[in-house]
Antibody
Framework: EVQLVESGGGLVQTGRSLRLSCTAS????????MSWFRRAPEKGLEWVGF??????????EYAASVKGRFTISRDDSKSIAYLQLNSLKAEDTAVYYC???????????????????WGNGTTVTVSS | SYELIQPPSVSVSPGQTASITCSGD??????VCWYQQKPGQSPVLVIY???RRPSGIPERFSGSNSGNTATLTISGTQAMDESDYYC???????????FGGGTKLTVL
């Protein structure tokens, strides 16, 4: 069974750090890009960032709201994607989800990513 | 920066057709996906590549993309379809994943 399980969430003080993990099973982890999303209370789903597969360079991209504070990495030997959260603010309080991101190429020299499997989420609460 | 705009809410009566829109500049040039997220649950992919349904998604879910607007259509809407729905696209120029603000579908 294809599965993603997030862990590492918790209560943390403003300005501190936290590392979230997304452990994958049931598929060849290294073949896929992986994204992180979050949903804050009373708000919509927000893309945080993603990391490409090694085939496509293994590099990461970030939303403007977290760039410079959050870092995504991956360990293909362990089938885990990580989200390092630094300098946390109250507005980072949210449920954080990871997703598996297939890359789809069309015949017109265009490609795109989409999210076909999601984890159950882990809750991060930032409090002073 | 590129934005995907969704109406905050849509209401529909049981058995009727619900249409949820997603607008963006020349959106027809991008492939659009749709996700359903119920309270306390993870998102679920219901449409990808504008109109394709993943296995296990009921046939009443369909999608289209033309001009500046993509549309998720739910035919014969059921109470279980009450949920938040998000559109998503890929911005190849910035290498960013784009998400709409979400639409709360209420089945009255």
């Amino acid at each position: 069974e294809v599965q993603l399980v997030e862990s590492g969430g918790g209560l943390v003080q403003t300005g501190r750090s936290l590392r979230l993990s997304c452990t994958a099973s049931g598929f060849t982890f290294g073949d896929y890009a992986m994204s992180w999303f979050r949903r804050a209370p009373e708000k919509g789903l927000e893309w945080v960032g993603f990391i490409r597969s090694k085939t496509y360079g293994g590099t990461a991209e970030y939303a403007a709201s977290v760039k410079g504070r959050f870092t995504i990495s991956r360990d293909d030997s362990k089938s885990i994607a990580y989200l390092q959260l630094n300098s946390l603010k109250a507005e980072d309080t949210a449920v954080y989800y990871c997703s598996r991101d297939p890359i789809a190429a069309t015949g017109t020299n265009y490609y795109y990513y989409y999210m076909d499997v999601w984890g159950n989420g882990t809750t991060v609460t930032v409090s002073s | 920066s590129y934005e995907l705009i969704q109406p905050p809410s849509v209401s529909v009566s049981p058995g009727q057709t619900a249409s949820i829109t997603c607008s963006g500049d020349k959106l027809r040039n991008k492939f659009v996906c749709w996700y359903q997220q119920k309270p306390g649950q993870s998102p679920v992919l219901v449409i990808y590549q504008d109109s394709r349904r993943p296995s296990g998604i009921p046939e009443r879910f369909s999608g289209s993309n033309s001009g500046n607007t993509a549309t998720l259509t739910i035919s014969g809407t059921q109470a279980m379809d009450e949920s938040d729905y998000y559109c998503q696209a890929w911005d190849i120029s910035t290498a960013h994943i784009l998400f709409g603000g979400g639409t709360k579908l209420t089945v009255l």
